[in-house]
């Protein structure tokens, strides 16, 4: 089968065009936008094709007609009195650069500027950024008789790299953001359109507060597949793909939609947001011929990670869906304890449900590439094993519970909490029931096992259900209480009733957490 040229890293449209990348065509999402004079700001998750769509943009309104043969924008265009106008386009790209640094972001938008100024041939005779940033729109106005159009890939960069590393420098950044992107402001009239895009929209950042003309997309329907592929892009786009991997594990091309939508699929991005993809993990799993995990290989959230560990925050919340309102939905504070937003807005946890009554959304994992590669990464941190060679191994702990090896997996989770460290002084108060709780639940959701907690039963809630083909296994942990009385609360609970007809063995744990000790002093078991 013929192998087609994937777009895999490619974020240049002209590149992307005349090497015959294969491309999903979403240049009517370019003239919708381009049709008004409104600035903009989309947020997406990263690697979901935001740098792409701007040099779509940026395209067009250069003017490359040549470029859009064959697409919807090209037939779009015929209806404007003047078609493919050209106008001087200024972009600031900041997906790159040492913004850490204390003159990293001055120096990136400085050579951005310096890039127009030569190519316009304006003058650059002002040291001040924002009166240079002004000079270089009115004068590329006067010079070519059209209005400018700014773009700005990535603007939340240097921001997200400092925090939890350089708050000060954060802060320094965001300072330079305020007088700087001020001016556009000002400039309106010599501004034809204008596009910020970023993973994270922060709170109190100058583009919101002193833009306040700034649009947010982010969340509207009518650009709810402005990037990302779906269902129909992808069975449009990628028939030979799609082919040749059903080929290749030998399976139907329908069962390889179904893994395709597993690992990848069901991110929403509004309400009532048809499944999307993500079309960087989707092009490598073609390019590759494999169900592997590409998004998330590609950088660790680690401020993200440290986040939840400071907090002491419940990984147990992960597996069900996470309440949020719409107003946090949208913006992100580095000051804010809770670091679902900033989840979401990363692109670990998507939009499940929306209650429009209460203005409110639930969230959870899109998909299980990130399910599973987010749960791993949080791993070594709540397991407190990242430094340490660790007397067991998690292939261990496996093979107990596909075996039904109720004891090697008690073993295996004593041998977890001797080598766990615990704060000094003794305070006892420190290691709550959640803690241990948690370490349990992560070490068994990273085996991909069917491992769900607080499960509903007429009667109440039991703490943890993992699932086999062949096991059923109930939980309930106490902290300085006898695992019988854990018992006892499974049956009169009834938490382990909706399993009374599974043909499944049935196993009943009770487990007792010492504060003291602490490990796993008592582990009792009934089976059926």
Same mark, same amino acid.
């Given at each position: 089968?013929?192998?087609?040229?994937?777009?895999?890293?490619?974020?240049?449209?002209?590149?992307?065009?005349?090497?015959?990348?294969?491309?999903?065509?979403?240049?009517?999402?370019?003239?919708?936008?381009?049709?008004?004079?409104?600035?903009?700001?989309?947020?997406?998750?990263?690697?979901? +094709?935001?740098?792409?769509?701007?040099?779509?943009?940026?395209?067009?309104?250069? +003017?490359? !007609?040549?470029?859009?043969?064959?697409?919807?924008?090209?037939?779009?265009?015929?209806?404007?009195?003047?078609?493919? @106008?050209?106008?001087?386009?200024?972009?600031?790209?900041?997906?790159?650069?040492?913004?850490?640094?204390?003159?990293?972001?001055?120096?990136?938008?400085?050579?951005?500027?310096?890039?127009? %100024?030569?190519? $316009?041939?304006?003058?650059?005779?002002? #040291?001040?950024?924002?009166?240079?940033?002004?000079?270089?729109?009115?004068?590329?106005?006067?010079?070519?008789?059209?209005?400018?159009?700014?773009?700005?890939?990535?603007?939340? *960069?240097?921001?997200?790299? *400092?925090?939890?590393?350089?708050?000060? @420098?954060?802060?320094?950044?965001?300072?330079?953001?305020?007088?700087?992107?001020?001016?556009?402001?000002?400039? /309106?009239?010599?501004?034809?359109?204008?596009?910020?895009?970023?993973?994270? !929209?922060?709170? !109190?950042?100058?583009?919101?507060?002193?833009?306040?003309?700034?649009?947010?997309?982010?969340?509207?329907? *009518?650009?709810?597949?402005?990037?990302?592929?779906?269902?129909?892009?992808?069975?449009?786009n990628f028939v030979p793909e799609i082919e040749s991997m059903a080929e290749r594990h030998r399976f139907s091309?329908?069962?390889?939609?179904?893994?395709? !939508?597993?690992? $990848?699929?069901? $991110?929403?991005?509004?309400?009532?947001?048809?499944?999307?993809?993500?079309?960087?993990?989707?092009?490598?799993?073609?390019?590759?011929?494999?169900?592997?995990?590409?998004?998330?290989?590609?950088?660790?959230?680690?401020?993200?990670?440290?986040?939840? /560990?400071?907090?002491?925050?419940?990984?147990?919340?992960?597996?069900?869906?996470?309440?949020?309102?719409?107003? #946090?939905?949208?913006?992100?504070?580095?000051?804010?304890?809770?670091?679902?937003?900033?989840?979401?807005?990363?692109?670990y946890l998507t939009i499940k449900t929306w209650n429009e009554r209460q203005l409110s959304y639930k969230l959870?994992?899109?998909?299980?590439?990130?399910?599973?590669?987010?749960?791993?990464?949080?791993?070594?941190?709540?397991?407190?094993?990242?430094?340490?060679?660790?007397?067991?191994?998690?292939?261990?702990?496996?093979?107990?519970?596909?075996?039904?090896?109720?004891?090697?997996?008690? /073993?295996?989770?004593?041998?977890?909490?001797?080598?766990?460290?615990?704060?000094?002084?003794?305070?006892?108060?420190?290691?709550? %029931? @959640?803690?241990?709780?948690?370490?349990?639940?992560?070490?068994?959701?990273?085996?991909?096992?069917?491992?769900?907690?607080?499960?509903?039963?007429?009667?109440?809630?039991?703490?943890?259900?993992?699932?086999?083909?062949?096991?059923?296994?109930?939980?309930?942990?106490?902290?300085?209480?006898?695992?019988?009385?854990?018992?006892?609360?499974?049956?009169? @609970?009834?938490?382990?009733?909706?399993?009374?007809?599974?043909?499944?063995?049935?196993?009943?744990?009770?487990? *007792?957490?010492?504060?003291?000790?602490?490990?796993?002093?008592?582990?009792?078991?009934?089976?059926?």
């Amino acid at each position: 089968m013929e192998t087609r040229n994937l777009p895999i890293g490619i974020q240049d449209f002209e590149k992307l065009r005349k090497n015959d990348f294969v491309y999903v065509d979403k240049t009517r999402f370019v003239y919708k936008l381009a049709q008004s004079k409104c600035p903009y700001f989309l947020s997406r998750p990263r690697r979901f +094709g935001k740098s792409l769509f701007l040099s779509t943009l940026e395209a067009y309104f250069l +003017g490359k !007609k040549d470029l859009f043969k064959g697409l919807a924008i090209e037939k779009l265009e015929e209806q404007n009195d003047e078609p493919w @106008q050209v106008y001087p386009v200024l972009k600031f790209s900041l997906a790159a650069g040492n913004f850490t640094k204390e003159d990293g972001l001055s120096a990136r938008l400085l050579k951005c500027l310096k890039d127009f %100024e030569e190519k $316009y041939a304006i003058p650059d005779d002002n #040291e001040d950024l924002s009166v240079r940033f002004e000079q270089a729109l009115k004068n590329a106005y006067a010079k070519t008789g059209k209005p400018v159009v700014v773009l700005v890939d990535e603007y939340d *960069n240097p921001l997200l790299k *400092n925090i939890g590393e350089n708050e000060e @420098q954060e802060k320094e950044n965001r300072a330079l953001y305020k007088g700087f992107f001020a001016v556009l402001k000002d400039c /309106d009239a010599y501004l034809r359109f204008a596009f910020f895009t970023g993973v994270t !929209k922060f709170s !109190k950042v100058s583009i919101f507060s002193d833009l306040n003309q700034l649009k947010d997309i982010t969340l509207d329907w *009518n650009y709810d597949a402005i990037c990302g592929i779906t269902q129909k892009e992808l069975e449009e786009n990628f028939v030979p793909e799609i082919e040749s991997m059903a080929e290749r594990h030998r399976f139907s091309s329908e069962k390889c939609l179904g893994e395709l !939508k597993r690992m $990848y699929d069901g $991110y929403h991005f509004c309400m009532n947001c048809p499944d999307i993809y993500n079309p960087f993990s989707l092009l490598n799993a073609f390019s590759e011929n494999k169900f592997g995990s590409y998004w998330f290989g590609t950088g660790t959230p680690t401020f993200l990670i440290k986040k939840l /560990d400071e907090i002491n925050f419940d990984a147990r919340r992960f597996i069900d869906t996470v309440k949020i309102s719409e107003s #946090e939905i949208n913006d992100y504070r580095p000051e804010n304890p809770d670091p679902i937003p900033l989840l979401y807005q990363s692109g670990y946890l998507t939009i499940k449900t929306w209650n429009e009554r209460q203005l409110s959304y639930k969230l959870g994992f899109p998909n299980d590439e990130v399910k599973y590669g987010f749960l791993n990464a949080l791993a070594p941190t709540y397991l407190k094993v990242q430094d340490k060679p660790a007397p067991f191994n998690i292939d261990i702990l496996d093979d107990a519970v596909e075996e039904g090896d109720t004891d090697g997996m008690r /073993d295996w989770f004593k041998a977890l909490f001797a080598l766990l460290p615990y704060p000094a002084g003794g305070d006892l108060d420190s290691v709550t %029931e @959640q803690s241990f709780q948690n370490v349990i639940f992560i070490s068994l959701i990273v085996l991909g096992k069917y491992c769900r907690t607080e499960v509903h039963s007429s009667k109440g809630r039991a703490d943890c259900v993992v699932e086999t083909e062949e096991y059923v296994y109930v939980f309930e942990f106490k902290r300085d209480v006898s695992a019988k009385e854990a018992l006892q609360q499974i049956d009169e @609970q009834g938490y382990a009733a909706p399993y009374s007809a599974d043909s499944r063995k049935l196993f009943k744990i009770g487990v *007792n957490f010492s504060s003291a000790e602490r490990n796993i002093t008592e582990w009792e078991v009934v089976s059926r």
